[in-house]
């Protein structure tokens, strides 16, 4: 496996490469218009980065008109 595909980043991260602000992404997620997260402990969770590139990508595109 690609180590990028594996990469897990957190929220702070998520933010950083989106551009959306933490409740936008929760807003989001609910809506089934992000990627889900993923439980990495009782307190703690994390978003795969291909999922988060893939979604940024699908944004780009549809936002250019294709």
Same mark, same amino acid.
């Given at each position: =496996?690609?180590?990028?595909?594996?990469?897990i980043i957190?929220?702070?991260?998520?933010?950083?490469?989106? @551009?959306? @602000?933490?409740s936008?992404v929760? &807003?989001? =997620? &609910?809506e089934?218009?992000?990627? &889900?997260?993923?439980?990495l @402990?009782?307190r703690?969770? @994390?978003?795969?980065?291909?999922?988060?590139?893939?979604?940024?990508?699908?944004?780009?595109?549809?936002?250019?008109?294709q």
């Open positions: =496996m690609d180590t990028k595909t594996s990469r957190r929220l702070p991260e998520v933010q950083r490469k989106t @551009g959306l @602000g933490r936008s929760y &807003k989001y =997620m &609910k089934n218009g992000f990627p &889900k997260s993923i439980v @402990g009782p703690a969770i @994390g978003w795969i980065e291909s999922d988060i590139d893939r979604w940024i990508s699908e944004r780009v595109y549809t936002s250019a008109g």
